[in-house]
């Protein structure tokens, strides 16, 4: 699976976008884009992921460059509770989901302030 | 996860105790995972289950075994638990029938170990 770059950390004004970026740049056609967060030791949570296109959910936006080689995670209206860590995880897709190891970096840090 | 409970939630034990952690689902899914993590550390995978009868090794295997004794549960236990074993345990579920490709894991809320 390929390797992912992410900021250490990140700050975010609270009612304010935060943009977490990552780069994959040996990312392969056929590894989709993952994020997952987590909330001081509790469970990763699944925000999204996506393969080509933009795609949008409940939480968040997920913007995949053209060339695949960097995406960008979008929380639209950050709250004090999106202060995690954000794991961005690129991972290969197989049929039948063969191989479903998820490889978690160090993520990046959001501290959403006041 | 609420659909995803892991017991116990922090256990502390002494060195060459056998532990055993529960992890149970009420999601359905076919696939469960054992994660560990350490501080400053992302997640490694310990075992994975894609059903009842398929057990494999994750990265980290060594030191641990697993049950799943339904589809619904899936143990992992540490024969002699050694310090170094101290860590944060996370079991996970995925359903192989929501992707073709590519299947989304959800985690349950974590069992803390230390082992003195």
């Known amino acids: 699976d390929a390797k992912t770059t992410q900021p250490p950390s990140m700050d975010c004004a609270e009612g304010r976008a935060a943009n977490l970026p990552c780069n994959h740049s040996?990312?392969?056609?056929?590894?989709?884009v993952y994020w997952y967060r987590q909330i001081h030791s509790q469970g990763p949570q699944y925000i999204i992921h996506g393969l080509k296109n933009n795609e949008t959910n409940e939480m968040a936006s997920l913007i995949i460059t053209e060339d695949r080689k960097s995406s960008t995670l979008i929380l639209p209206h950050a709250t004090l509770r999106d202060t995690a860590v954000y794991y961005c995880i690129v991972r290969v897709a197989r049929y039948g989901g063969a191989t479903n190891k998820l490889i978690f970096g160090t993520g990046t840090l959001l501290a959403v302030q006041p | 996860d609420a659909d995803v409970t892991q017991t116990p939630r922090n256990r502390i034990t002494k060195t060459g105790k056998r532990i055993m952690l529960e992890c149970s689902q009420t999601k359905g899914h076919d696939r469960m995972y054992w994660y560990r993590q350490d501080p400053g550390l992302g997640l490694r995978l310990i075992y994975y289950?894609?059903?009842?009868?398929?057990?494999n090794k994750g990265e980290i295997s060594d030191g641990y075994s697993v049950s799943r004794q339904a589809q619904a549960k899936f143990s992992l236990s540490l024969e002699s638990a050694i310090p170094n074993q101290t860590a944060l345990y996370f079991c996970?579920?995925?359903?192989?029938?929501?992707?073709?490709?590519?299947?989304?894991?959800?985690f349950g809320p974590g069992t803390r170990l230390t082992v003195l």
């Open positions: 996970a579920t995925s359903d192989s029938m929501a992707s073709t490709w590519a299947d989304t894991q959800y």
């Open positions: 289950s894609f059903d009842v009868k398929d057990i």
């Open positions: 040996t990312i392969s056609g056929n590894e989709y």
